[in-house]
């Protein structure tokens, strides 16, 4: 094939990576920091996290809940097992240094508004807003207002007219074509291929393709061949969990890569990237010596004369 410094420039780019690992770090920031390590071994662009404030998020008769699926909280209420899994402004300023030093991105997820301004202060690639919070109205003016950084945005359980007032939104102040990504999701946890909807990328594009920055996919089924599909179709972004162990406790564990899927995911979309070109000519030079050894002269084209 090449040599590891021949390697050849793909003709168009390959998809940014991110690894959401979310809360998949279980509050701790040294298993955040080996999330961050693996990631980067794989190949991926970014690094994710989220921030949220629990006691903002919930009501206090949600905070007050037993968690749903018990065999995965980390507290005796609802509030409680979030609290657990939350890293503090500091502990993210500390893994945006640390991810650096690595030479990988680092970025989040903002849940509510206290969130927002925390990680406005951090000097991050951008910031995500998830399906959740996508028509949050007071967080995304926050956002616009007073964040000058790509924005990102999923686009999970909303309905088109969401997406398109949204849109608007941005275009009001004339940020969306420079600032906004809109991804392509099916929140679930995981989805199934059949409501992974991967058409979904192509309305995006032929809809919106000229009114933001680029459009992306968010990913929460099983294996890669859905995220090498979505990046052929034109997402710029393919985003998926991960994790170091899909056994682990905790809810998005199971919806998520570990890091050989993860590395997997990265090559095969580097694959497709230096495999997305025409045939640069009717016979190539890697077909020359195939047809010399295999074809030569004992075969000719239909209707040339002999």
């Known amino acids: 094939m090449y040599l590891p410094w021949e390697k050849p420039k793909p003709p168009i780019r390959p998809a940014h990576v991110v690894a959401e690992i979310g809360c998949n770090h279980l509050g701790r920031v040294d298993i955040a920091k080996e999330l961050i390590?693996?990631?980067?071994?794989?190949?991926?662009?970014?690094?994710?996290?989220?921030?949220?404030?629990?006691?903002?998020c919930l009501t206090p008769e949600e905070y007050a809940a037993p968690h749903p699926n018990p065999a995965h909280a980390f507290g005796a209420t609802y509030g409680a097992h979030r609290e657990a899994l939350e890293l503090s402004a500091a502990q993210h300023a500390e893994l945006l240094a640390f991810a650096a030093a690595q030479g990988v991105q680092y970025t989040v997820s903002v849940w509510d508004e206290p969130s927002a301004h925390e990680m406005i202060a951090l000097d991050v690639p951008y910031l995500k807003v998830p399906s959740a919070r996508n028509?949050?109205?007071e967080l995304l003016r926050i956002l616009r207002d007073?964040?000058?950084?790509?924005?990102?945005?999923?686009?999970?359980?909303?309905?088109?007219?969401?997406?398109?007032?949204?849109?608007?939104?941005?275009?009001?102040?004339?940020?969306?074509r420079r600032r906004l990504v809109v991804?392509?999701?099916?929140?679930?946890?995981?989805?199934?291929?059949?409501?992974?909807?991967?058409?979904?990328?192509?309305?995006?594009?032929?809809?919106?393709?000229?009114?933001?920055?680029?459009?992306g996919f968010s990913g929460h089924h099983l294996g890669i061949a859905v995220d090498v599909a979505a990046f052929a179709l034109g997402a710029a972004w393919i985003e998926r969990h991960f994790t170091l162990d899909r056994t682990w406790k905790g809810t998005d564990h199971a919806a998520s890569l570990e890091p050989s899927g993860l590395a997997r995911l990265c090559r095969d979309i580097e694959a497709v990237a230096l495999a997305w070109?025409?045939?640069?000519?009717?016979?190539?030079a890697i077909e020359r010596v195939q047809f010399e050894k295999l074809k030569g002269a004992r075969f000719v084209c239909a209707g040339t004369s002999r």
């Open 37 to 56: 390590r693996a990631a980067r071994v794989c190949g991926a662009s970014v690094v994710k996290s989220q921030k949220r404030n629990p006691r903002v």
């Open 135 to 137: 028509t949050d109205w």
């Open 146 to 176: 007073e964040y000058a950084g790509p924005l990102h945005v999923s686009s999970g359980m909303a309905e088109r007219d969401d997406i398109e007032a949204l849109i608007r939104f941005f275009e009001e102040t004339g940020q969306a």
């Open 183 to 215: 991804y392509a999701c099916t929140s679930g946890y995981p989805v199934p291929f059949h409501e992974v909807c991967l058409l979904e990328i192509r309305r995006l594009r032929e809809q919106y393709g000229a009114r933001v920055r680029e459009i």
């Open 277 to 284: 070109r025409d045939k640069p000519a009717e016979m190539m």
